[in-house]
């Protein structure tokens, strides 16, 4: 049933949210755990997330990070502040929600309340938050100036090879290659196959 509602979650707002509606439950995961609005976030459905949420569906730690909702990631550590640091199923933190969907204001509230940019995933990539910031589609630097204080070691590797510096210019973010660079990030560290800067690069 799960995977029918994950289905359509990919087609249109109004059927996931009317099927979430009819099944009368308060959540609906997947067979890795992640929730069914979670699970829209991550196709670039917010709005569908949004809608499921206001339909009643349970709207975690997790989910808010993913979202950038502050109130909600308040509300949440306000009852459990030990959850700050909790990895979703997927093997992702708050953190790192927030920081690859680029919530500025979402990150800089879960470090004011003791989330630790340190922290590696269980992902397949065993990443950091910085990592992942990287690796999102966002390309304002707000989520960056955040995470290069908090991180520790901006050339930290993430398990596929890469540090911060790489994964940005691979997905072709100049400004932060710069940053990252002016932040004293190792221009000349290579991947596991030997590529670097000048590799990963987007030419053009």
Not at 5 to 20: E, K, L, N, P
Not at 92 to 105: C, D, T, V, Y
Not at 145 to 164: C, V
């Amino acid at each position: 049933m799960a995977e029918d509602f994950f289905s359509i979650a990919q087609r249109t707002d109004d059927d996931v949210v009317a099927g979430f509606r009819w099944t009368g439950r308060s959540v609906i995961y997947d067979g890795a755990g992640v929730s069914l609005a979670l699970a829209c976030i991550y196709r670039g459905r917010d709005m569908a997330a949004r809608r499921l949420i206001e339909a009643g569906h349970r709207f975690g730690l997790h989910e808010a990070a993913a979202l950038g909702d502050a109130m909600q990631i308040a509300t949440v550590l306000d009852v459990a502040p030990w959850s700050v640091d909790l990895l979703a199923p997927d093997g992702w933190s708050a953190l790192h929600l927030a920081a690859f969907f680029g919530r500025a204001e979402a990150a800089s509230l879960l470090l004011a309340r003791g989330a630790d940019a340190s922290l590696w995933s269980r992902s397949f990539e065993r990443n950091l938050p910085i990592h992942a910031a990287a690796a999102g589609r966002n390309h304002d630097l707000a989520i960056l100036e955040i995470l290069i204080p908090a991180t520790g070691d901006i050339d930290a590797i993430q398990g596929e090879g890469y540090s911060a510096l790489l994964i940005a210019a691979s997905v072709g973010k100049r400004a932060w290659v710069e940053r990252l660079v002016r932040a004293g990030a190792d221009a000349e560290r290579r991947t596991k196959d030997g590529k670097g800067l000048a590799d990963l690069s987007p030419k053009g």
